[in-house]
């Protein structure tokens, strides 16, 4: 694996309150046609959302709606990291990914591979962190077997019996040992904030980034409907906001201030630039579709998801020859004002 390769410079942002995507800006000022191709974006689908499938077989599927590549949720049916015979297993999954012509990130997500009563438990934030600790280390040398773009992970919710600065020197104990793993093997990490979780937002991840001095392979997951949900820039300028850093990308559709992952089309976001932005950000890993409530349904959902983000890039393909202004109160651009508090609606939902 190789750290990401630098990204461009980023547009500038209108001095009217409006962010100009898929343009670029010419020496004397003027607002240039940008090259840049969002249908050239690699689409991927989560495992996670093929919950009831073989992996063999939820591969298929997706390689045969024409995605470019998976996120692997490491899961009890997934390449389960603590089952007997691991390194052939991965050999099989590499073997098949590579026949079938997916790339491939690593997500850590499951939720209860560890603990079966507690879901995501133990997390880097818990009085015995161990056994996660292993799990992400065995995660960084199943994702350098494989060739993964990137392996990702998250902070975790804060358990009440743990201060908030206990919490935090456990996060970055934690992170530290996983950024050694990651050096060692040679694979890039993507940390991503989580609504719920201590590292949440864009602004916690550059805090912890920054606490960590900054480790080359520690880049950075976005989630482009956690954007939607409780950041304070517009979505597309949230993919600016981060470029330089961005390892992993998780689509969905949300609603502000509700952590629920949605179908595209039945929440707020505006996707033709955000998809031009990412294209703009010059970002070459996975688009990959974060869907992890609709195994019910998957090989049609996926079916649809496919149609509506090629669809997507298409209009911001055509868009990217004349100006696009993204105006502050635009579906896919929240108020710049913080969010009180983010809603979840059901207890099982507070953390996806």
């Not at 343009?23 to 191709?37: F, H, L």
């Not at 494989?146 to 996060?171: H, I, K, M, Y």
């Not at 482009?224 to 950041?231: S, Y």
Request: charged share 20%; with cysteine; proline share 7%.
């Amino acid at each position: 694996m190789t750290v990401p390769r630098p990204r461009p410079a980023q547009p500038e942002t209108a001095q009217s309150g409006t962010a100009q995507l898929g343009t670029a800006q010419s020496g004397n000022g003027t607002v240039e046609p940008s090259s840049a191709d969002a249908t050239a974006l690699r689409l991927g689908y989560g495992t996670n959302g093929f919950a009831n499938h073989r992996l063999d077989d939820a591969l298929a599927v997706l390689a045969d709606l024409g995605y470019d590549g998976v996120a692997l949720t490491l899961d009890h049916d997934h390449l389960d990291p603590f089952a007997p015979g691991l390194t052939r297993r991965i050999a099989a999954v590499a073997r098949r990914l590579d026949a079938l012509g997916l790339g491939v990130v690593i997500e850590t997500g499951a939720r209860y591979l560890l603990d079966p009563w507690h879901k995501h438990a133990p997390t880097l934030l818990h009085d015995d962190p161990t056994r996660r600790i292993e799990f992400l280390r065995r995660a960084v040398r199943i994702g350098a077997d494989l060739g993964a773009e990137a392996v990702s992970f998250w902070a975790g919710v804060r358990p009440e019996t743990v201060s908030q600065q206990c919490a935090w020197d456990r996060l970055v104990a934690g992170c530290a040992s996983v950024v050694d793993a990651a050096d060692s093997a040679g694979v890039t990490l993507g940390f991503e904030p989580e609504p719920g979780m201590l590292v949440e937002s864009i602004t916690d991840w550059r805090r912890l980034h920054a606490v960590l001095d900054a480790p080359a392979r520690f880049g950075i997951t976005l989630d482009i409907g956690h954007c939607r949900c409780l950041e304070p820039w517009p979505v597309p300028q949230c993919v600016a906001e981060v470029a330089d850093h961005l390892v992993n990308v998780q689509i969905d559709d949300m609603r502000r201030g509700v952590h629920e992952h949605l179908e595209f089309g039945t929440g707020e976001i505006d996707f033709p630039p955000v998809l031009a932005a990412l294209a703009e950000a010059g970002y070459p890993g996975l688009v990959a579709v974060e869907l992890p409530r609709d195994s019910h349904a998957a090989p049609a959902v996926a079916a649809r998801s496919i149609e509506f983000l090629r669809a997507a890039a298409t209009a911001a393909a055509k868009a990217g020859a004349r100006r696009i202004e993204v105006p502050a109160d635009a579906l896919c651009s929240a108020s710049t004002e913080a969010t009180a508090g983010v809603r979840y609606p059901d207890t099982d939902r507070r953390v996806e």
